[in-house]
């Protein structure tokens, strides 16, 4: 159980075009859903959290206008960076609180985003 | 602040030989305190939560123990295949739902 998939696991792009990336839970319903930020060596920085049905909450420092997400249904959030750059490439992910208020965070696989 | 600190940074051990990674913890009030494993390229995988000082939580090898001020993952006769970066996090109860505070993590190299 409490199963989190990505998708794409891996993706380049150019400068200065947009990538989508899914996070979806797969055996559970997650109201709220998280995304994280993780660079070589270093640990993970929340960047959002997502709530169904309303708009995500950012973290200090984190644009909001280039990190657009999206929780349309309870199994599915998106985040989609818009016109990247370089330095937004890093290793993206997601997690989703469990249900039933243990404040567990189940974590998916992580994207590798790699801009050129 | 809410600030999480592991040591040590790196740990090798020969298979069998027992040890315990360490996780001091500073918050206002605690909510839960969250084991990771993580292995290169992949997202954190769920081990243990702790709740309050004295509880202890069990998976194979790996045995979570929990103070007012520290968290230990003891690691018993460990195997290569417990090679990872274990990453502890903690929630505060004045932060909001998901803010975990990560740890930078402890990485664990068990030679066969």
């Known amino acids: 159980g409490a199963v989190v998939s990505q998708h794409p696991s891996w993706v380049i792009c150019k400068s200065g075009t947009s990538v989508k990336i899914e996070c979806r839970s797969l055996?559970?319903?997650?109201?709220?859903m998280f995304w994280y930020r993780q660079f070589p060596k270093q640990s993970l920085m929340l960047m959002a959290t997502?709530?169904?049905?309303?708009?995500?909450?950012?973290e200090q420092g984190v644009e909001k206008d280039k990190f657009l997400i999206n929780h349309a249904s309870l199994t599915l959030s998106t985040l989609t960076v818009t016109s990247a750059h370089p330095e937004d490439s890093s290793f993206y992910i997601c997690?989703?609180?469990?249900?039933?208020?243990?404040?567990?965070?189940?974590f998916g696989p992580g994207t590798r985003l790699t801009v050129t | 602040e809410d600030q999480v600190t592991q040591s040590p940074e790196a740990l090798r051990l020969q298979e069998g030989e027992s040890s315990s990674l360490n996780c001091s913890y500073t918050v206002s009030g605690l909510r839960g305190l969250f084991w990771y494993r993580q292995d290169p390229g992949k997202g954190p995988e769920f081990l243990f939560t702790?709740?309050?000082a004295g509880e202890e939580k069990e998976k194979e090898r790996l045995k979570a123990t929990l103070t007012k001020k520290e968290s230990f993952l003891h690691i018993t006769a460990p195997k290569p295949e417990d090679s990872a970066t274990y990453l502890c996090a903690v929630q505060d109860y004045g932060g909001s739902q998901g803010n975990l505070i990560f740890g930078k993590g402890t990485k664990l190299s068990v030679k066969p």
């Open positions: 702790l709740y309050s």
């Open positions: 055996d559970f319903q997650a109201t709220t």
């Open positions: 997502s709530n169904e049905g309303s708009k995500a909450t950012y």
């Open positions: 997690s989703a609180l469990s249900e039933g208020g243990s404040y567990e965070q189940y």
